[in-house]
């Protein structure tokens, strides 16, 4: 079965360091899909990323980066130089794409609170 | 574009009483979802739909019902409302994917009910 977790519940750093939030997973499937979204506090859902289990390059967009391991099933995100605006919810999400339902699986989140 | 839309965005309900919440998208997506949001718990899967005129049950069904009657629009029914059932509920919609390929769902900005 597939599974999300998302083992850091919450974690405060001041303003400018970086900070990593961590996502392992488990599929049993070869091909599937991995996902990042944050919540801001104003509540909607903002999709980030979307990566492939063929993909293993890291991606870099502006101050956010992932890492996606396969070897390790992790698939973990980085912000670099971190700004107050940062501050939210962020989901890890994981979808096995076998069947036609096409189901995201999501971690429960890690709130990320960025200090001035 | 409005993307996904959500009415209503606030809502109060008695014990016993019922309510639909509906969902509508412009980006002909094929799949549309319902999820539920409790603190600590991240997003469930509550009922999604393949296609108009399909729904499906996901992780926490019980007390719910939909309907896809058309492509742009997903309904999510609640005929006796409990206590349990105060949440924040999130629809989402995602392109059709062929066999092995997942795309990223885009969310409404949510529905909070409140049950007493």
């Known amino acids: ?116 | 574009n409005a993307g996904v839309t959500q009415t209503p965005k606030f809502r109060v309900l008695k014990t016993g009483q019922s309510m639909t919440l509906l969902c509508a998208q412009d980006m002909n997506h094929e799949y549309m979802y319902w999820y539920r949001q409790d603190p600590g718990m991240g997003l469930r899967l509550i009922h999604y739909s393949v296609g108009e005129g399909t729904t499906a049950k996901g992780e926490v069904p019980d007390g719910y019902n939909v309907s896809r009657l058309k492509k742009q629009n997903f309904l999510l029914g609640l005929e006796s409302a409990a206590p349990s059932q105060t949440s924040v509920y999130f629809c989402a919609s995602s392109q059709y994917g062929v066999m092995g390929v997942s795309y990223e769902q885009y969310f409404g900005p949510g529905t909070r009910l409140t049950v007493t």
């Open chain 1, 1 to 116: 079965a597939q599974k999300v977790t998302q083992a850091q519940t919450e974690i405060s750093v001041v303003e400018k360091e970086d900070v990593t939030l961590d996502c392992v997973y488990e599929t049993r499937d070869t091909t599937y899909y991995l996902f990042w979204y944050k919540q801001p506090p104003s509540g909607e859902l903002v999709f980030l990323i979307r990566r492939n289990s063929f993909d293993e390059q890291n991606e870099i967009s502006g101050r956010y980066s992932w890492n996606f391991q396969k070897s390790t099933s992790s698939f973990n995100f980085t912000i670099t130089a971190s700004q107050v605006v940062d501050s939210a919810v962020y989901f890890c999400a994981l979808s096995e794409a076998k069947n036609r339902d096409d189901k995201i699986i999501f971690g429960k989140g890690t709130r990320l609170h960025i200090l001035p």
